[in-house]
């Protein structure tokens, strides 16, 4: 899906302070996971950002195009033009399946 690492610096709530009786090093699992808990995070990803555009007549879609009739040495010649005006951005859409977060720090299967 892309686009959701973190790579800028700041609070990440997946990440427990590291210290000197650090329990990840002790390797007491439950431990480890008490150090790393937030109560207000969620390793799960419930909605996203749409690559999606509505342009004015109110379709939906990735890309739009209009065609444009170019005349050369006395010639038609279709050619298609991309619009970049008068698109609005769908935003903001929930996910019907939740998905996890790639920065998430723990291995769900190791086969």
Sequence with gaps: MGGSGSKSKGFWPFSGSVGADDPIQDGNEHSMARARSFTGATPFVL??????????????????????IVTKNGRKKAKLKRIHKN???QGIIKLEIPCIHVDFPVVLCEA
């Design 87 to 89: 698109l609005t951005s």
């Design 47 to 68: 909605t996203r950002r749409s690559s999606l555009y509505m342009d004015e007549d109110g379709d939906i879609a990735h890309e739009f195009y209009e065609e444009t």
